[in-house]
């Protein structure tokens, strides 16, 4: 039974309320069918076959809205959680951005010269000046790589703004809340939103600050605060886009601690400050907002690394009326015998889903075998007009043709739902990896272009005095804070390695790099420009894969003079594999569930990092090519077999972040791919899936033609006919009682209204090979005629029935002759609708002959027979 809130939303759902109309005008027709059936003179009993219909009807309906359901759900619970914990990602980063710049020297520089007794003086004015705007090309600079804020901001402690970057805003003066709690944390950075009156707009702000103090010493003497203001409205933007598609009904908030939505994906229809009612304990909830029923869900973030921010939430509401919208989805060109072998063995196609095909075919079956016993009865009458029960017989046959083509796409339309929604999740999956790689990959260019940047570098690298075990300590600072990198070090012009940030690699000190980007790094006159090497083995990382990114150091006074580089090494291995790790589903014991494995490729399948401890950097991933054609941003997603294995497997071509990979001169497709396993390679398909059936056509009778009722049948792959006066009745999921001793061709017998009765595989005799009764997947045509005088029982294993035509005498050519030999058992052939000669006729069988030649082949059998 369906509950009351599965019976609400399915009212939104087309697709059910199509079926459901459609079956219900399918009930009545069958209930009607019921009714004549029993007034005619075949006596059918049509009451099981509409029971069984109207019980799975209800029972694939219910399915349809639960898949659909879960679906949708599934979706709103990805989206919610990635969009709270994608920002959490980037404000982590954030927290090194303030702690890091706080200490810079040119910061400390200018702070100090204000600390200066004779302020009047004026070369302390002009040096001041001086400082000042140095400092504003210097924040102009990081705000050109670091392109996530909007302004920085340098105070004094009481509050007296000293430099900005915005030199539109007249703001002198902040008695901002961050300020205080800055200069009074113990932590390296404070993060706020909320209302600052240094943002002339008055909107709330996200901001990060820390306090400028003499030297590193936790002690000294404290200078001012510094605040970084972040692109909020704008990062959030972006992760909106990139969540939703176009026409997409999905609303994406974020809410505060309070349940206050601080931004929204479309705040006409959701404004700022609205408080949500959150939804985190059930996989989803319909809620009221502003007279609007919605579907809602609410995610707390993961956090990263220990990072929670300021205990966001990700919330997902999608107005009711619009959350079951049909979508353009097109599913990729799927195996059928990939998909049936999936549908048996996977997990995720839960057992009323296997068995409600399996119902039906067995209730077309049930109708098929009544609709073809009927025929034949009408065929065995002696006495009555059988007008009326064979035009019943032609209405059940339409309508049961009619049910199995809404059930086969109702069911078809059940099984795309639930492919569609694990091929979406994988290709979300690969998506949300590429995401975060590029976002990674972005601070990576920034670092490298805003440490070579340093002015002690610039100094040291242009005078005479050797400073080279400074700028290591400065390289080993600097490498302690980012330890996304297992060395950092600095090149003069030539090429040669000053200084290392990593002790362990002090023995390329004094060498000379003869690296291809090193030269294409000291070519880099602009300050914007950077380089990276191919994803390549490298002596600089133990001989192991990875990217080292590159900057140039340029003078002061005169950036067009290159004094040299600067090279950071990414330690790709742990990072891409945790950045490939934290895309993965989890289970409770936040293990990777079962199955699932993720990689990093290049375009030309070269692998860069993977979850699979199978498949090694460096390696090639053989699989389909589709995978890696792909557009920039695009994705693609199919089921494979993979080493034994069926997977559902996503693909996603990075398509960069802000200025990365879009408009930085750097190009370097990365595809993320994500496998989930979801079936093994060894089910069987049987040979009822497998059966390739021929078909043959017939002439229409004329009226006042005299006609033949034949009934027909499989055996194999070929269709035969018997002529329907010899057919008793065919039985399905009938057991054999075996006879021992008997020969290979006589299988068994059965007991049919006091009858015993001998069946035998008259496949093994035609094909001339075994035939291995079954009943779940055999049935028996039981026959009667007359042998010798003596009225005869015969049964035949088949392989299913087919159909009853009604067949034009003059259409049915006799073939008995000398040619063939008069011990054939074709009895006539049937000459098709049209003259074609390639097509095999239909075989009518000769049922005397078949007794005859079975009963022939071992005379111990005859007695039994008979």
Not at 375 to 383: E, F, R, W
Request: glycine share 6%.
């Amino acid at each position: 039974m369906i509950n009351d809130s599965l019976l609400k939303l399915s009212q939104y759902m087309p697709e059910v309320a199509k079926y459901n109309s459609e079956l219900d005008s399918l009930s009545e027709r069958w209930n009607l069918l019921t009714l004549l059936g029993g007034m005619s003179n075949t006596g059918m009993d049509m009451s099981h076959t509409r029971e069984a219909f109207e019980g799975l009807t209800e029972q694939l309906l219910v399915k349809l809205c639960e898949e659909r359901l879960k679906k949708l759900s599934s979706e709103m619970h990805s989206k919610a959680q990635v969009a709270v914990d994608i920002v959490i990602r980037n404000l982590f980063e954030r927290t090194a951005d303030i702690g890091f710049l706080a200490t810079d020297d040119d910061i400390r520089e200018y702070m100090d010269h204000l600390l200066i007794n004779n302020q009047s003086d004026d070369a302390y004015r002009q040096k001041k000046a001086l400082l000042k705007k140095a400092l504003v090309k210097r924040f102009t600079e990081y705000v050109a790589k670091y392109s996530v804020y909007y302004n920085i901001v340098l105070m004094n402690t009481t509050g007296d703004i000293l430099v900005q970057l915005d030199q539109n805003n007249t703001v002198s003066k902040s008695n901002s809340p961050f300020i205080d709690d800055a200069l009074m944390s113990t932590k390296d950075y404070v993060e706020y939103y909320g209302y600052s009156d240094i943002n002339p707009s008055q909107q709330k702000s996200l901001i990060y600050a820390y306090k400028v103090t003499k030297t590193n010493d936790p002690d000294s003497e404290v200078l001012g605060v510094l605040a970084l203001f972040f692109k909020f409205e704008d990062e959030m933007n972006g992760i909106f886009n990139n969540l939703l598609e176009k026409e997409d009904w999905t609303n994406i908030l974020l809410l505060d601690s309070n349940s206050e939505v601080i931004s929204s994906s479309d705040p006409y229809q959701i404004p700022l400050g609205a408080v949500m009612q959150k939804v985190l304990s059930s996989d989803y909830k319909i809620v009221r907002f502003a007279g609007r029923e919605y579907l809602a869900k609410t995610c707390k973030t993961k956090g990263y690394q220990g990072f929670f921010g300021l205990d966001w939430m990700g919330h997902v509401m999608i107005p009711l009326e619009h959350a079951f919208a049909l979508s353009e989805t097109t599913l990729p060109s799927l195996d059928k015998k990939i998909l049936n072998s999936v549908m048996r063995n996977s997990n995720l196609f839960g057992k009323e889903l296997i068995t409600i095909p399996k119902e039906a075919e067995k209730i077309q079956k049930e109708l098929d075998i009544t609709v073809w016993n009927g025929n034949a009865k009408i065929a065995n009458a002696k006495t009555g007009d059988n007008s009326f029960s064979k035009s019943l017989l032609v209405e059940i046959s339409k309508t049961g043709s009619k049910t199995k083509t809404i059930f086969e796409d109702s069911i078809g339309n059940l099984n795309n739902t639930v492919i569609s929604s694990i091929l979406n999740d994988v290709s979300f999956l690969a998506k949300l990896a590429i995401d975060i790689m590029d976002r990674n990959l972005y601070e990576r260019a920034n670092d490298c272009r805003w440490w070579a940047l340093t002015t002690f570098f610039k100094k040291s690298l242009k005078g005479t005095q050797n400073n080279a075990e400074q700028i290591g300590k400065i390289l080993a600072y600097i490498n302690n804070l980012y330890t996304v990198y297992t060395n950092l070090f600095v090149y003069d012009k030539n090429g040669v390695v000053v200084a290392v940030s990593n002790e362990n690699e002090k023995y390329i000190v004094g060498n000379k790099l003869n690296y291809k980007w090193v030269g294409e790094t000291l070519g880099i006159k602009d300050s914007q420009n950077y380089s990276v090497s191919p994803f390549e083995k490298s002596s600089l990382y133990a001989d192991r894969h990875t990217y080292i990114y590159g900057a140039s150091i340029t003078d002061i006074d005169d950036t067009n003079e290159i004094l040299g580089g600067i090279g950071v090494i990414f330690d790709s291995e742990p990072e891409f594999y945790a950045m490939l790790l934290d895309t993965l589903p989890k289970d409770k014991d936040a293990e990777v569930q079962k199955g699932y494995f993720a990689l990093f490729c290049d375009k030309e399948k070269m692998i860069i990092s993977s979850t699979n401890k199978e498949l090694y950097a460096g390696e090639i991933l053989g699989i389909d090519d589709k995978f890696f054609n792909l557009q920039k941003g695009k994705s693609y997603a199919n089921i494979i077999e993979y080493k034994g294995k069926y997977y559902s497997v996503g693909a996603s071509l990075s398509k960069g972040y802000r200025e990365y990979k879009i408009n930085d001169n750097y190009t370097n497709d990365v595809i993320a791919i994500v496998f989930a396993e979801i079936a093994s390679c060894d089910a069987e398909v049987s040979s009822q899936e497998n059966k390739k059936t021929k078909t043959y056509s017939f002439s229409k009778p004329q009226p006042q033609e005299e006609t033949t009722e034949i009934s027909t049948f499989f055996l194999g792959n070929m269709i035969y006919g018997i002529e329907s006066e010899y057919i008793i009745s065919s039985l399905s999921n009938q057991p054999l009682t075996k006879i021992i001793g008997c020969n290979d061709y006589f299988i068994g017998v059965v007991n049919y209204k006091n009858m015993t009765i001998g069946i035998v595989a008259l496949y093994s005799l035609i094909a001339d090979k075994p035939f291995c009764y079954d009943h779940n997947v055999h049935d028996i045509i039981l026959l009667n005629f007359e042998y010798d005088g003596h009225i005869t029982h015969l049964g035949i294993a088949i392989d299913g029935i087919y159909d009853s035509p009604e067949i034009a005498n003059k259409d049915m050519q006799n073939y008995k002759s000398s040619i063939s030999g008069h011990d054939t058992l074709t009895k006539a052939v049937v000459k098709p609708e049209k003259d074609i000669h390639k097509d095999e006729l239909l075989s009518i069988l000769d049922v005397e002959a078949i007794y005859k030649k079975m009963a022939n082949i071992q005379t111990s059998t005859k007695k039994v027979l008979a």
